[in-house]
C-alpha cells in the first residue's frame, strides 16, 4: 500500500498563474482532506471531499480556491491568480468513510515568485 | 472555537530524559485527540489517539478533562524522538481535524 500520494512535492509559480495540486488517497480510502500550513503555523483544515460530493469546504478562502475529487483520477486542489500569500505547504489526508485517523501525503510545498 | 493549544514550539531535552509535549484543548463535548509527528523528511503519521490507550515507541498520553489536557509523555528520551509533534482534535466531533501549532523537540545527546 502506498500510501496517500501527493504531486508536486514542491510547486514554483509566478503570481498570477495557476497552481494544481494533485491527492490520490490510500487504497480503500474514499475521503479525501487537504490541510494548508502557512509558515511557522499549524496545519488549518480546508476542505473535505468525497468522490463527486464536496462535504465540508468551510476552510476555503471565498475567493479563487477550488477543489474536486472526480469519479475517477485523484482529488486536485486548485488556485488561480496565485498571490505571495499563497505560499505554504499543502497537505492531503485520506480515510474511510466517517472514520479517524487520516492518513497524510507528503505534501506539496508551493512557492510563489 | 474549538482550540487546540500546543504552548512550547521548540522544546530541548537530553537523552535519557523524561520529555512531556503539553497539549491543551478547548471542546465541550468528550474529544477524541490525537497526535501526530513529523520526522525529518518524512510525512506526518498518527503516533497515537486517546481512545487507544496504546504506548507507541515509548509515548504515552493521557486525556485530562478536568484540566483540559493531553500531554505527551515519555520516561527516557531517544534521540530518533527528535521531530514535529502536533495535537489534533476532530471539530465538534466531525471529521475535520483542529491541530496545535506543533512542538519541535530536538533530543541533544
Known amino acids: 500500500n502506498a500510501g496517500v500520494m501527493q504531486n508536486p512535492r514542491h510547486l514554483v509559480r509566478r503570481r498570477g498563474q495557476e497552481a494544481r495540486l494533485r491527492c490520490s488517497p490510500m487504497k480503500g480510502h474514499s475521503h479525501v482532506y487537504w490541510y494548508r500550513q502557512l509558515p511557522e503555523e499549524g496545519l488549518k483544515f480546508m476542505v473535505y471531499l468525497q468522490k463527486e460530493n464536496i462535504i465540508d469546504e468551510s476552510g476555503m478562502p471565498k475567493e479563487r480556491f477550488s477543489a474536486e475529487f472526480p469519479k475517477e483520477g485523484p482529488s486536485i486542489l486548485r488556485i488561480q491568480q496565485v498571490v505571495r500569500g499563497d505560499s505554504a505547504a499543502y497537505f492531503c489526508?485520506?480515510?474511510?468513510?466517517?472514520?479517524?485517523?487520516?492518513?497524510f501525503g507528503d505534501g506539496t510545498r508551493l512557492s510563489i515568485l | 472555537a474549538q482550540r487546540v493549544t500546543q504552548p512550547e514550539k521548540l522544546l530541548s531535552v537530553f537523552k535519557g530524559a523524561p520529555v512531556e509535549l503539553k497539549c491543551n484543548y478547548s471542546y465541550s463535548g468528550s474529544p477524541e485527540l490525537f497526535w501526530y509527528v513529523q520526522y525529518s523528511r518524512q510525512r506526518l503519521q498518527l503516533l497515537l489517539r486517546h481512545i487507544s490507550r496504546e504506548s507507541i515507541k515509548g509515548f504515552t498520553a493521557d486525556l485530562n478533562k478536568g484540566e483540559t489536557s493531553f500531554h505527551l509523555k515519555k520516561p527516557f528520551a531517544q534521540e530518533e524522538d527528535s521531530a514535529m509533534y502536533y495535537c489534533?482534535?476532530?471539530?465538534?466531533?466531525?471529521?475535520?481535524?483542529?491541530f496545535g501549532q506543533g512542538t519541535r523537540l530536538t533530543i541533544n545527546p
Open positions: 489534533a482534535l476532530p471539530h465538534e466531533g466531525a471529521q475535520k481535524l483542529v
Open positions: 489526508a485520506s480515510s474511510p468513510p466517517a472514520e479517524q485517523p487520516q492518513h
